[in-house]
């Protein structure tokens, strides 16, 4: 039987997510419907993206998190769902303490990172 499974994250800015997703070139839809095509069960979500298969990811908004919500039947990446997640949650996590730096009147000087978003390193600058 096809359900929805669905993972709290720890994400909760849209702003960020949305640069976070255009980061990894990742193609999504604002405020879409994302439907289980095997039971037809139903989430409204703020933002939806689609696999190769067709099949739709959604995160949909709760209280204080997003929620990353999917078919496990339908995942049709060569990786498994907790390496798609941990991809974006880096990068989530590189443009929120961007956000912040600046907002301390801070910027990046120096940043060092590999594809995924993993090991990085980050020399900042203050400015007046």
Known sequence: M???TKIKTKINDQIILIKTLDNLKINWYKNKTLINQF???????????K???IQEI????KLDHYE?????????SSFPISLFYE???N????NLINKKLKENRFEIKNLTKQKNFD????NVLYYY
């Open 39 to 49: 039971n037809n069960e139903k989430y409204l979500c703020e933002i939806l993206t």
């Open 58 to 61: 959604g995160l949909k908004k």
């Open 91 to 94: 990068c989530y996590a590189l």
């Open 51 to 53: 696999q190769k298969n």
């Open 87 to 89: 991809k974006i949650i």
């Open 2 to 4: 096809s359900h929805f």
């Open 68 to 76: 990353l919500i999917y078919d496990q039947a339908f995942w049709s």
């Open 119 to 122: 090991n990085i390193k980050i």
